[in-house]
């Protein structure tokens, strides 16, 4: 049983009513309910924040929604404890027809190690038999050995409230059987199906080991997968502007560099003709304070808004103009898995005394098309056979 990180706390009746009756609660809607505070309140992110490690470790699972019980199980394992008034507004029969006193009082008990371990002993007998009957099937639902008093309780169970459960699980069984809803003798997976229909808890590993699928969180439906594909295809095209700029970054790095040894290149020559000549020295003062503006320029960048807007506008348009002549001249396709389109273009950057990394090209032709240029009309461009 893990501890929990905060002690449950009461919610209001206002804050039941507003909630209770949703089909679906988000992951940041479940922890602050446990909390006892309204998804709603405009200080909820402050409450949040001591588990934002758990909240991003759930999202990153792919748990985004989830029934309101779905949550009050995974409260329970994950020190998140949802208060009781939570477990009884949420059964859908009232106290007894979901675990009764026995799961709203002793839900330490059945999280411990010693229920787990007795549920284990018993699924390895029980889980393959071809049929159970409903008494069978009441014993082992409470995590009892069938028609004994062997169970993770102790010695003598009978005097507790868990015997007391049985006997109203029993009686709710017999007319069960008497109404036709199940058999006097079922397989173990139909036995597992009433109980969740009645609204009893049925472990996820008796689940399993019934060939039923989990169902403390339901499959992701497909609006909530693509949402996650296009989280997945944004990150994508983040971490290839990161490459580009960083590429671009290297470029930028080698002409300060170029300049700044062409500085003192210059610099060098200066010393040496204002010796000589003051009209010398006059030029070589020009030349240095056009270096200096030019590597201002290229360090600093535009110096208002205007500049910068106009910067922008620039860049977009010579995007768009690359990835125009390169799908004209060399038919370029982002979608290709090989192309010899940024290196031809490369390689012209060569001729032109003015070398560019067929990589860099790559980088900023694939950038391009996924800025400028809707997915469809790639099909439009190039038709696929």
Not at 66 to 86: A, M, Q, T, Y
Not at 226 to 248: F, G, H, I, M, Y
Request: net charge negative; glycine share 6%; proline share 5%.
């Amino acid at each position: 049983m893990k501890a929990s990180v905060f002690p449950p706390a009461q919610p209001t009746e206002r804050l039941m009513q507003a909630w209770i009756y949703q089909n679906s609660w988000t992951t940041q809607s479940a922890l602050l309910l446990a909390l006892g505070v309204s998804p709603d309140a405009e200080d909820a992110e402050d409450h949040i924040a001591p588990l934002a490690s758990l909240l991003e470790r759930t999202t990153g699972d792919g748990i985004r929604t989830g029934r309101p019980i779905d949550w009050l199980w995974w409260g329970e394992r994950n020190g998140v404890s949802f208060h009781s008034d939570w477990w009884m507004a949420i059964t859908p029969q009232g106290p007894i027809g979901f675990d009764g006193q026995h799961f709203a009082l002793l839900r330490d008990e059945m999280l411990s190690d010693a229920f787990l371990q007795h549920e284990r002993r018993l699924i390895s007998k029980w889980a393959r038999k071809p049929y159970w009957t409903p008494r069978e099937a009441i014993d082992l639902s409470l995590n009892f050995g069938p028609f004994t008093t062997d169970s993770w309780r102790g010695q003598e169970p009978e005097f507790g409230d868990t015997i007391r459960e049985r006997d109203d699980r029993i009686r709710t069984s017999e007319r069960a059987v008497e109404a036709g809803d199940i058999s006097e003798k079922a397989a173990p997976k139909d036995y597992v199906l009433w109980l969740d229909k009645c609204g009893y808890i049925v472990s996820e590993a008796w689940r399993r080991a019934v060939g039923l699928e989990g169902k403390v969180f339901e499959h992701m439906e497909e609006g909530q997968l693509a949402t996650l594909l296009e989280e997945n295809a944004q990150q994508r095209r983040d971490l290839e502007c990161l490459v580009a700029n960083k590429d671009a970054q290297d470029d930028l790095e080698r002409q300060l560099a170029a300049l700044g040894d062409e500085n003192a290149s210059l610099r060098t020559q200066l010393e040496g003709q204002a010796v000589s000549s003051p009209t010398g020295k006059s030029e070589g003062v020009k030349q240095i304070e056009k270096l200096q503006r030019r590597i201002k320029q290229l360090t600093e960048g535009p110096a208002n808004p205007s500049e910068k807007s106009a910067l922008t506008r620039k860049v977009a348009c010579l995007e768009k103009a690359l990835l125009g002549a390169a799908c004209d001249a060399y038919s370029f396709d982002p979608r290709a898995k090989r192309s010899d389109a940024a290196k031809q273009i490369a390689d012209k950057t060569t001729q032109l005394g003015c070398p560019t990394a067929d990589s860099t090209v790559r980088d900023y032709l694939r950038e391009s098309a996924s800025i400028h240029v809707d997915s469809n009309i790639w099909d439009l461009v190039y038709s696929r056979k």
